[in-house]
C-alpha cells in the first residue's frame, strides 16, 4: 500500500525548504591511511555550537562527539566554542577563523547566516553545516562552494516512531510540539503525525495526535529551544488533554518534558530526537519509549576526517533510512510492554519505505 503525506507548504516554510539542488546525495567521506598524517598534523578542525551547548543531550552534543572522535583519530586538538545566544553566531565563527582553523563545523540552521557570510569571505577554509542547506538566496545552489550541507529526511524516521507510539498508547491519544517552525523541526511532526495516521488505516484504530496538524502545517511551539516554562506548559497542554506518548523536537526542550511527566503521575512515555536519549539522558531512560536518530555524530566524524587527509568534499550529505543516516532506537525498557508485533511490523514498513511501497512526505523533506 502506499501513502503520501499532504504536500501543503506553507509560504514560510518554502523559505526554509532544501531546495532541488540536493538530488546528489553524498555519503560522507571516509577516512584514508597513514599516507595523510603529515596532512593532518597542520590540520586543525573547529566547532561552534547553537544556543543548545555542547552538554544538549542532543545534536549539539552528537556533533562534538563526531568532531572529537575524529580528530583523536587525526591526532589532532580542536577547537570549540559555545553560543549562549544568537547575537553570539557571527563572532564565534569569526573568532575560529581568526585561530587559524581549517574546516568550521556550525552546528544548527540557526548559524546559517553567520556560515554562508563567513564563508565567502574566507574561500580558503572549508565549512560545514548541520541541519541546514545553506541557500539563502534560495536559488537552488549552496552560496558559497567551500560549504557541505550535513541534512537529514527524518520524516520516514519519524514515520516509524508515529506508528510505534500509536501501537504503544493506552489512551488513543499522542502529542507533539516543538521548538520554533522551522523545517527541521516540523519535518518530525509531519512524519509523527502521519505514522499515527498510517498505525490507525493499518489496524482499523482511531488514535488521535494533537499538538501538531500536517494539513494546515499549524500547531503547538515554545518560541525557542531551550527548557523552561514555556516547554513545561506546551507538555502540561498535551497531558492534560490525555495524551500518554510525548514527542518534543527540539534540542532541551524535552527536559521540561520530563518534568511535566513526573509531576502529573501518570504513565506517560517519550519520544526522544536525535540522539538515542534512552543512552544521553541514562538519568530518565525509563521513560523513553524510543527516539529519532539522526547520524550526526558518524557523518560529522566523516566530515571532519576527510578535511583532514585533504579529501574534502563539499557535496551535500543527506541522511536517510536506505543509508543509515536516520532510523529509529529500539524500545529498550518498553520491549515488554509493546504489542510482540510490533517491532515485525516496523522492520516492513522500513523496508516500504526504502522499496518505495510506502511513500512518506513532508513539505519540510530534502528533495532528493
Not at 56 to 63: A, I, M, P, V
Not at 107 to 123: C, H, I, K, M, R
Request: charged share 15%; with cysteine; glycine share 10%.
Amino acid at each position: 500500500m502506499t501513502i503520501s503525506t499532504r504536500k501543503t507548504v506553507l509560504a514560510g516554510l518554502a523559505m526554509f525548504g532544501t531546495v532541488a539542488m540536493l538530488a546528489a546525495c553524498a555519503q560522507a567521506p571516509a577516512t584514508t591511511d597513514d599516507t595523510s598524517s603529515a596532512a593532518a598534523s597542520d590540520f586543525l578542525p573547529c566547532m561552534v555550537s547553537d544556543a543548545g551547548g555542547f552538554d544538549d543531550k542532543s545534536f549539539n552534543q552528537l556533533g562534538f562527539e563526531g568532531l572529537t572522535e575524529a580528530a583523536a583519530a587525526l591526532s589532532v586538538t580542536p577547537k570549540t566554542v559555545e553560543s549562549t545566544s544568537e547575537t553570539d553566531y557571527q563572532s564565534n565563527v569569526q573568532n575560529l577563523v581568526d585561530q587559524g582553523c581549517n574546516l568550521i563545523v556550525t552546528v544548527g540552521f540557526n548559524l546559517a547566516a553567520a556560515t554562508v557570510e563567513s564563508a565567502l569571505a574566507n574561500p580558503e577554509v572549508n565549512f560545514a553545516i548541520i541541519d541546514n542547506d545553506a541557500d539563502l538566496d534560495f536559488d537552488g545552489k549552496v552560496d558559497a562552494p567551500n560549504i557541505k550541507p550535513i541534512i537529514f529526511d527524518t520524516a520516514p524516521a519519524a514515520f516509524m516512531a508515529g506508528y510505534a507510539a500509536a501501537g504503544y498508547s493506552k489512551t488513543g491519544v499522542v502529542g507533539t510540539y516543538g521548538g520554533m517552525q522551522f523545517p527541521t523541526v516540523t519535518i518530525f511532526m509531519d512524519g509523527f503525525a502521519d505514522g499515527v495516521a498510517y498505525y490507525n488505516e493499518q489496524n482499523g484504530t482511531s488514535v488521535k495526535t494533537i499538538g501538531w496538524d500536517v494539513a494546515s502545517q499549524t500547531g503547538s511551539f515554545t518560541g525557542g529551544f531551550a527548557a523552561g516554562v514555556e516547554s513545561l506548559a506546551n507538555a502540561q497542554g498535551l497531558i492534560d488533554q490525555n495524551a500518554d506518548v510525548l514527542l518534543p523536537v527540539g534540542g532541551p526542550i524535552f527536559l521540561s518534558a520530563i518534568e511535566a511527566i513526573k509531576s502529573s503521575g501518570k504513565d506517560i512515555a517519550m519520544v526522544g530526537v536525535d540522539a538515542d536519549l534512552y543512552e544521553t539522558d541514562a538519568t530518565n531512560k525509563s521513560l523513553f519509549l524510543t527516539s529519532i536518530l539522526k547520524g550526526i555524530k558518524v557523518s560529522v566524524s566523516d566530515v571532519v576526517s576527510g578535511a583532514g587527509d585533504d579529501t574534502f568534499d563539499a557535496t551535500p550529505y543527506i541522511g536517510t533510512l536506505d543509508n543509515d543516516g536516520v532510523g529509529i532506537a529500539s524500545f529498550h525498557d518498553f520491549e515488554s510492554k509493546v504489542p510482540t508485533t510490533l517491532a515485525d511490523e516496523l522492520d516492513a514498513i522500513r523496508a516500504g519505505i526504502i522499496d518505495g511501497s510506502i511513500t512518506v512526505e513532508s513539505p519540510s523533506s530534502p528533495k532528493q
